[in-house]
């Protein structure tokens, strides 16, 4: 089955997209790929199967770039990848329990949907509430070292529990081995129950829980997907789910996205980097929901609002960020754009 041109141009485009969201926020690969496959008519396995084969690639290529501006934490994420593994298993039995009762696909859907909108509405909330009493005043008074500022209060809590081993971590924060593995197990039962990638829950709870600076929870965030990607693609190619001819095209346009979005996280303001984020989530979960109804109704038209929601919502963030990138590498200094 060969593909026209057209087809082939419009999945290096949309891999291009997607590979700038993916560099840029450590999430937003599966996300968008596997539904986008199904709507155009793929098979539910090979619309997994690819998806994740591309998340995977694109993984390894952001995190090398990555690497080249110092975000990944090793040994941060070798650990989520210890408790999120664990997590992941819990999920999928969990959702082997409820298919048993007949209520896993509705209870999963709805879960979706509020996790998104709920982690989406937070994260926005609080990049613009920051400055305006977000719960961050006391910090600001004591301004001994500027860092201690942008670490959220939730973070702080779990910093200061003091069981031991303490990890260090990049970003000089000390961290309980517990409340990482607690934090990596919590993340991967919600990935494991909701068949999702989990960057979408990952890179808030490395940032809000931990208090990992965000360039550096988006780097290890993605070091961890490259784990989760290959083993997934790995097994959905075993059974044939992977289509080349799908992800070839795809990558080739991640490969450049990928590249772009993750030196953006290091020229763009961190506070817009969430603003971005928490967006994203919320039409993502606007078009989830949008497609459930049209599922639990059977109503065709809604399933490709849905879609059509997803792509303009990533065509929205993917074009401001890289706007955002431009507007940040013409300012002069922030001194001097301060004193404008």
Same mark, same amino acid.
């Given at each position: 089955m060969g593909m026209s041109i057209g087809m082939i141009a419009l999945f290096v485009g949309f891999g291009l997209l997607v590979g700038i969201l993916f560099g840029f926020f450590g999430m937003g690969g599966s996300f968008l790929v596997t539904p986008a496959l199904l709507i155009f008519g793929y098979e539910s396995t090979v619309a997994v199967g690819s998806g994740m084969a591309f998340v995977f690639g694109t993984s390894v290529i952001a995190t090398l770039k990555h690497r080249d501006l110092g975000q990944v934490d090793y040994k941060l994420g070798v650990l989520m990848i210890v408790g999120t593994a664990t997590g992941i298993e819990v999920g999928k039995e969990i959702v082997v329990h409820l298919q048993e009762i007949g209520l896993a696909g509705s209870i999963i859907s709805v879960v979706y949907v509020l996790l998104l909108g709920g982690i989406g509405a937070f994260v926005t909330?609080?990049?613009?509430?920051?400055?305006?009493? &977000?719960? !961050?005043?006391?910090?600001? /008074?004591?301004?001994?070292?500027?860092?201690?500022?942008?670490?959220?209060?939730?973070?702080?809590?779990?910093?200061?529990?003091?069981?031991?081993?303490?990890? /260090?971590?990049? &970003?000089?924060?000390?961290?309980?081995?517990?409340?990482?593995?607690?934090? $990596?197990?919590?993340?991967? !039962?919600?990935?494991?129950?909701?068949?999702?990638?989990?960057g979408f829950i990952r890179m808030p709870a490395l940032f809000y829980l931990i208090g990992v600076p965000v360039p550096i929870a988006v780097g290890t965030d993605l070091f961890e997907?490259?784990?989760?990607?290959?083993?997934?693609?790995?097994?959905?190619?075993?059974?044939?789910?992977?289509?080349?001819?799908?992800?070839?095209?795809?990558?080739?346009?991640?490969?450049?996205?990928?590249?772009?979005?993750?030196?953006?996280?290091?020229?763009?303001? /961190?506070?817009?980097?969430?603003?971005?984020?928490?967006?994203?989530?919320?039409?993502?979960?606007?078009?989830?929901?949008?497609?459930?109804?049209?599922?639990?109704?059977?109503?065709?038209?809604?399933?490709?609002?849905?879609?059509?929601?997803?792509?303009?919502?990533?065509?929205?963030?993917?074009?401001?960020?890289?706007?955002?990138?431009?507007?940040?590498?013409? $300012?002069?200094?922030?001194?001097?754009?301060?004193?404008?």
């Open positions: 909330y609080e990049a613009l509430g920051d400055g305006s009493g &977000g719960g !961050l005043e006391p910090d600001v /008074e004591a301004d001994a070292d500027a860092d201690d500022t942008e670490i959220p209060e939730v973070a702080q809590k779990i910093q200061s529990y003091r069981v031991p081993p303490m990890i /260090e971590l990049r &970003g000089g924060i000390t961290v309980s081995l517990w409340m990482i593995l607690l934090v $990596a197990f919590a993340t991967g !039962l919600l990935s494991g129950f909701l068949g999702v990638g989990g997907i490259i784990f989760s990607g290959g083993i997934g693609s790995f097994l959905y190619a075993m059974e044939g789910g992977v289509n080349l001819g799908i992800v070839a095209p795809l990558l080739a346009g991640s490969a450049l996205g990928a590249r772009v979005g993750s030196a953006a996280t290091s020229i763009v303001d /961190e506070d817009e980097i969430k603003v971005y984020f928490g967006v994203m989530l919320l039409l993502g979960s606007i078009a989830v929901a949008i497609q459930e109804v049209g599922n639990a109704f059977d109503v065709e038209v809604l399933r490709t609002v849905s879609v059509v929601v997803i792509l303009g919502a990533a065509l929205l963030v993917a074009g401001a960020v890289v706007y955002s990138s431009v507007e940040s590498l013409r $300012a002069p200094t922030p001194a001097s754009s301060a004193a404008d």
